[in-house]
């Protein structure tokens, strides 16, 4: 496997083969239990081991080029054939808003067919239930464009199997990551492993899926969004403490620079595609050492890969 054949077949592949795909990966995913190669699965929550490599991709949005940038840049393909202990964790945010959807989903969901206990697929507001799905939610017309009357077909098949990605990753001690936000009720970490079930019951998932951190407030407000909050620190504060997790990794949410802290450089934003309708300057993504110890938000910045 390398990026430009991957390339070539994300353009030319038919609906039959895409939807081959999409089942084979929800057949991964649905076996996913319990150990997972060096990883532990509970309901939707993953743990990290602390060793080995993670780069940690936010939101691409249609963008195949910065997606192709990362995984040329990073060696991830190379690396992981090789046997090395690498893995690659997308924040979520995968389609709409950007030409290549269909071809960004052909290309994480390949990647997750050929490293399965490598390749961690999180779920953002744009693959979130149909009750507060994102919208403007483009990626069923791109999907018509590419395959016609199939293109339908493959859409709700897709939409089947992105509801059951994950929720959250932690490497404990370390590091939360998600789409969003933090669950400002959530007890423990099995309200994050199961967050999936209780929605709408509970606002868990919600909250994850479209929650923004605010600096300079405390509590929680409503969200220009029209869903999910804007949280301060204490509440940040408090699910790391829950969570054991020094910091908390989401997307989200655009950045000039391809990524920014919040709340004293507890949260850290990934935003790693480029183009409108955000036009950031700049995307980044993060390669980080599991077994490296973080004191501080310099001792991750450092690891950041802007571009
Ligand atoms: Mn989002």
Redesign the pocket.
């Known amino acids: 496997m390398s990026i430009e054949s991957l390339f070539s077949e994300s353009l030319t592949v038919s609906s039959q083969e895409f939807l081959g795909l999409i089942s084979e990966v929800n057949e991964i995913i649905s076996g996913e239990q319990g150990a997972v190669g060096n990883l532990k699965i509970t309901g939707r929550l993953i743990r990290l081991p602390s060793s080995g490599e993670a780069t940690i991709i936010g939101?691409i949005h249609g963008d195949l080029a910065s997606l192709k940038h990362i995984l040329s840049e990073s060696l991830f393909i190379e690396r992981a054939s090789a046997g090395k202990e690498v893995y690659l964790i997308f924040l979520?945010?995968y389609g709409d808003r950007g030409a290549y959807s269909p071809e960004v989903y052909y290309f994480v969901l390949t990647l997750k067919k050929a490293f399965p206990d490598r390749v961690i697929l999180l779920q953002?507001?744009?693959e979130g239930p149909e009750d507060i799905l994102?919208y403007p939610h483009d990626l069923p017309r791109h999907l018509s464009r590419k395959f016609g009357r199939d293109g339908l077909r493959v859409y709700g098949e897709l939409s089947g199997l992105f509801r059951r990605f994950y929720t959250a990753v932690i490497l404990e001690r370390k590091f939360v990551m998600l789409?969003?936000g933090v669950p400002s009720e959530a007890e423990s970490p099995e309200d994050v492993a199961f967050a999936y079930k209780q929605h709408p019951l509970k606002s868990h998932l919600e909250e994850i899926l479209w929650s923004d951190p605010a600096d300079g407030i405390s509590g929680k407000y409503p969200s220009l969004r029209g869903a999910g909050y804007l949280f301060g620190e204490d509440i940040t504060e408090r699910f790391l403490r829950i969570m054991g997790a020094s910091f908390l990794i989401r997307?989200?949410e655009p950045a000039e620079d391809g990524y920014k802290f919040n709340h004293g450089g507890r949260i850290l934003t990934l935003f790693s595609r480029k183009g409108p309708p955000y036009y950031n300057t700049h995307a980044a993504y993060l390669t980080i050492d599991l077994s490296a110890d973080f004191e501080s938000a310099s001792d991750i910045e450092r690891f950041i890969r802007k571009f």
């Open positions: 939101d979520g945010d953002g507001n744009h994102a789409h969003g997307g989200h």
